[in-house]
Antibody, heavy 118, light 107 residues
Framework: QVQLQESGPVLVKPSQTLSLTCNVS??????????WSWVRQPAGKGLEWIGR???????NYNPSLGSRVALSIDMSRRQFSLRLRSVTAADTAVYYC??????????WGQGALVTVSS | DIQLTQSPSSLSASVGDRVTITCRAS??????LNWYQQKPGKAPKLLIY???TLHSGVPSRFSGSGSGTDFTLTIAGLQPEDFATYSC??????????FGPGTTVDI
């Protein structure tokens, strides 16, 4: 079974860059069956897909986030990462990483609460 | 964008009840519809994919049905561990997937 674990700063100042990493075990990030996705959830609200990355480096992003988001993957470290630039309070949320078989997200990390505040 | 709505937004039920939750898509998504369960402070867990296929390890009291724009999640014989929020997700126009707002099942 795939296991995922998010890590990164819990507090980010407005206008700065949010950075999170997801460590993967139980599966290889180089497995070309999988994409690797990020999803976020503001407190009391629904889930919002952020983007995904494939082992080949192909990325897809939610258009609503525009060019603020960038994903990367490091196969040697068995991890993939999220960077979200120019954050505002609206980016405060629990951020989840997940394994993505394109038609569904089968396993999720426990989530990381990131607060944007000065 | 494909929008998903869920009804009801919340419901109260008792152990042993049969519970049905509906998810409606703003356009035909064939059977590209998944269901997740989420407990407070925890990550979502995949229950059902492709409208009606149970994910590995999910109890058989959970079932899904539907196609096109209307889908249902049914819990036959609610158990104490089933009190949670249930969300649907469409992957018809993957990668741009969207989720429903969720339905909370409580006592």
């Amino acid at each position: 079974q795939v296991q995922l674990q998010e890590s990164g700063p819990v507090l980010v100042k407005p206008s700065q860059t949010l950075s999170l990493t997801c460590n993967v075990s139980g599966a290889s990030v180089s497995n070309d069956r999988y994409y690797w996705s990020w999803v976020r959830q503001p407190a009391g609200k629904g889930l919002e897909w952020i983007g995904r990355i494939h082992t080949t480096g192909i990325t897809n992003y939610n258009p609503s986030l525009g060019s603020r988001v960038a994903l990367s993957i490091d196969m040697s470290r068995r991890q993939f990462s999220l960077r979200l630039r120019s954050v505002t309070a609206a980016d405060t949320a629990v951020y989840y990483c997940a394994s993505d078989l394109q038609e569904y997200l089968d396993y999720w990390g426990q989530g990381a609460l990131v607060t944007v505040s000065s | 964008d494909i929008q998903l709505t869920q009804s009801p937004s919340s419901l109260s039920a008792s152990v042993g009840d049969r519970v049905t939750i509906t998810c409606r898509a703003s356009q035909n998504i064939k059977r590209y519809l998944n269901w997740y369960q989420q407990k407070p402070g925890k990550a979502p867990k995949l229950l059902i994919y492709a409208a009606s296929t149970l994910h590995s390890g999910v109890p058989s009291r959970f079932s899904g049905s539907g196609s096109g724009t209307d889908f249902t999640l049914t819990i036959a014989g609610l158990q104490p561990e089933d009190f949670a929020t249930y969300s649907c997700q469409q992957t018809y126009n993957t990668p741009e997937t969207t989720f429903g707002p969720g339905t909370t099942v409580d006592i």
